[in-house]
């Protein structure tokens, strides 16, 4: 197994106190890691790359390095996340001269954005990388899917249990790279003390099921045991994919008034879908195995 150092750090990010880890494992079975991860506030991210003769390896990492230069910069806002994640979709096409061997990469992200008078979450994704919220009130998964299994499961004609064990669950219906333009799914949130993130690969969940990822997430006290719990008990259960694990704990935000939290509650009002029309996307192999 070759495991990365964990890639940990804390900052105050437009008034909310961050702390954070990502940790990443080539997996048991896999001979590369296809995965890549970001933590550079405000911006956090997890791509799981595609392609033959190392090619996901290429795409993964780029758009990583594109999103690190997105956080660098001025203000992030959605429409340059937006811009960004189109610009990666082009640049991987372009980079792929034979449509056969195309690269592709998904992409799951968490930005704070600082434009209202508390701060807020942007969470974005392509593909079947997750988001995941852990409060007092449980895991919540906050991403969609992008799969033909979910698919399957929201038309009626798959069980969520089914789709775990299915023969193409990792059959992706959204990634960077594969068509003219890419549909990226938003969602914005408030960003509230006491909350913990987890962005991961599918590596993770085609692992470990969620009860035992929500008692990883309840039990570690940092950011740093977190990921590197989820991550090993991944490669522990067989280790079959890349595994990656971003975790980032809210542990606190100047001004946040606690009279707020009768909002809460996920689908609340001011929790905000955001979705572009859908442009024609052709299936795509999985984001791996
Ligand atoms: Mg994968």
Same mark, same amino acid.
């Given at each position: ?117 508390? &701060? ?45 064990? !299915? &023969? ?97 509650? !996920? ?10 029309? &859908? ?11």
């Amino acid at each position: 197994m070759s495991q990365s150092e964990g890639r940990a750090g804390r900052a105050v990010v437009a008034g909310a106190s961050l702390s954070w880890c990502g940790t990443t494992s080539t997996g048991r079975v896999r001979p590369l890691n296809e995965d890549a991860l970001l933590a550079e506030p405000p911006v956090f991210a997890v791509a799981d790359g595609m392609g033959g003769h190392d090619a996901g390896e290429v795409a993964s990492a780029l758009t990583v390095e594109r999103l690190r230069a997105l956080a660098m910069g001025d203000d992030v806002t959605m429409e340059s996340v937006e811009a960004e994640l189109q610009e990666v979709n082009s640049l991987l096409r372009d980079a792929s001269p034979d449509p056969d061997e195309a690269m592709g990469t998904t992409g799951v992200g968490l930005v704070v954005l600082t434009g209202g008078a508390t &701060p807020s979450w942007l969470v974005f994704n392509v593909g079947d990388s997750r988001a995941y919220c852990l409060d007092d009130e449980g895991l919540h998964q906050l991403s969609r899917d992008h799969s033909y299994v979910q698919d399957l499961v929201e038309a009626g004609r798959l069980s969520r249990e089914g789709a775990d064990r !299915h &023969p193409h669950r990792h059959v992706i219906t959204r990634a960077l790279g594969i068509g003219p333009v890419v549909e990226v799914d938003y969602w914005v949130r408030p960003v509230r003390p006491g909350e913990r993130y987890l962005l991961c690969s599918d590596g993770l969940p085609g692992e470990v099921d969620e009860d035992e990822i929500r008692a990883l997430l309840r039990d570690r006290p940092t950011p740093e045991a977190a990921a590197s719990a989820l991550v090993e008990r991944a490669v522990d259960a067989g280790g079959r994919d890349n595994v990656t694990a971003v975790v980032v704990d809210v542990t606190d935000v100047a001004g946040w008034d606690d009279t707020t939290t009768a909002e809460r509650g !996920h689908g609340a009002p001011h929790e905000r879908t955001v979705r572009r029309p &859908p442009p024609p996307a052709p299936p795509a192999e999985g984001s791996g195995c």
